[in-house]
């Protein structure tokens, strides 16, 4: 984004820039905040399949338009502000980046002044982008403030489910992850699933995602999808001795 040269008129886009991305790049804004009056993804007929990758701030937004097999992705967690409207047309994509074993760094996070719209056959799509599942032999699932499933090294024992806003399921012996976050308002995304023993080789499954939307008005037609993976098969005699617990679900909140 930031380099001057991959644009039509060469020059980094500003404020009063009208940007529109129709071929099948994936365009990677990071360092300096972006500038733009209005984003258009893609093109009507759904033709390219864009992939914009925002790793940095927003200074200056008027609007976007997300077309047809076009995908829009936040790599950050701080909110994106936009002064004015943003359309996801059917067939768009909304989604972040995995949070995988860091802090809360990613998610959908989006404030909009004037009127957020996601079509039908739009996907805001975050399941399995949440904190990671444990590894086998008795890794834990991971989340910040300890909701992640327990992990088992012994033989032909299963990982429990990963906690969120209650606890998750238990794996025999093994307790499920705790709760360890607000089950009306959470703030985090979906802790891992515990990993299954090292002899089958099951891993936790990641848990799902953040979606967080905030504007003056909400047309939502589209699809959430926040759902927590399943954990890792286990061996035999039973694909489901040692198997890893499968991820919590992610957070959704639309204002």
């Not at 338009?65 to 994509?93: C, E, P, R, W, Y």
């Not at 992640?148 to 429990?160: E, I, L, P, R």
């Not at 399943?230 to 061996?235: A, D, F, N």
Request: avoid cysteine; charge should be neutral; aromatic fraction near 4%.
């Amino acid at each position: 984004w930031n380099t001057a040269a991959n644009w039509t008129p060469n020059g980094v886009p500003s404020a009063g820039s009208r940007v529109t991305i129709d071929a099948s790049v994936t365009v990677t804004a990071s360092g300096n905040a972006i500038n733009f009056y209005e984003l258009t993804l893609g093109d009507t007929p759904g033709t390219f399949a864009p992939i914009l990758l925002v790793s940095t701030a927003i200074n200056s937004a008027v609007g976007m338009i997300v077309h047809k097999n076009a995908t829009f992705t936040q790599n950050v967690n701080q909110a994106l502000i936009f002064s004015g409207d943003v359309s996801f047309l059917q067939g768009a994509v909304l989604n972040h980046s995995l949070i995988g074993t860091t802090p809360q760094s990613r998610s959908v996070n989006l404030d909009v002044a004037g009127t957020f719209t996601m079509q039908a056959g739009a996907t805001a799509a975050v399941s399995s982008l949440g904190f990671n599942g444990g590894a086998v032999n008795g890794g834990s699932g991971i989340v910040i403030g300890g909701g992640g499933g327990v992990g088992n090294s012994a033989s032909s024992a299963g990982g429990s489910g990963a906690g969120h806003g209650g606890i998750g399921g238990a794996a025999g012996i093994n307790a499920g992850g705790v709760t360890s976050d607000s089950l009306t308002d959470p703030a985090l995304g979906g802790s891992g699933g515990g990993g299954g023993d090292n002899a089958t080789g099951g891993v936790g499954g990641v848990g799902g995602g953040v979606v967080r939307v905030h504007a003056g008005t909400i047309v939502f037609d589209g699809i959430i999808l926040a759902t927590g993976a399943v954990g890792g098969g286990g061996g035999l005699p039973s694909a489901t001795r040692g198997a890893g617990g499968g991820g919590a679900g992610g957070r959704v909140k639309l204002s």
